[in-house]
């Protein structure tokens, strides 16, 4: 049963860089990619960033690419992303994404991922 966790959502002010954590369980080998999406206010959820825990291959949304930092503690099972110098666009529903494979696919990164965090607000002002 895959469960995933994630933490440090909250208030920021605008230019901090926070990190956001997001702990999976559940996964019996490295063979999964974890990463995470967002959705802002009155948009479509999007793709921001994800990492594959086999290999560490990074993929990187349209719109994230400079902008958010991925990266993952394997033994911890722990994906991490930063945003950096946060914006008040960057304001939005964070969700941890999780799918088995080694690599990130397609179907993921188009949002059809098999397990889903509870999602954190991220508030930038």
């Known amino acids: 049963h895959v469960q995933l966790v994630e933490s440090g959502g909250g208030s920021v002010q605008a230019g901090m860089s926070p990190t956001l954590s997001c702990v999976a369980s559940?996964?019996?080998?490295?063979?999964?990619?974890l990463g995470w999406f967002r959705q802002l206010p009155g948009k479509e959820r999007e793709a921001v960033a994800a990492?594959?825990?086999?290999?560490?291959?990074?993929y990187y949304g349209a719109s994230a690419k400079g902008r958010f930092t991925i990266s993952q503690d394997t033994g911890k099972k722990t994906v991490y992303l930063r945003i950096v110098s946060a914006k008040p666009e960057d304001t939005a529903v964070y969700t941890c994404?999780?799918?088995?494979?080694?690599?990130?696919?397609?179907?993921?990164?188009?949002?059809?991922?098999?397990?889903w965090g509870q999602g954190t607000q991220v508030t930038v002002s």
């Open positions: 990492m594959s825990a086999s290999n560490g291959r990074t």
């Open positions: 559940g996964f019996a080998d490295s063979n999964y990619c």
């Open positions: 994404a999780a799918d088995r494979g080694s690599i990130c696919s397609t179907a993921y990164l188009s949002g059809r991922s098999a397990y």
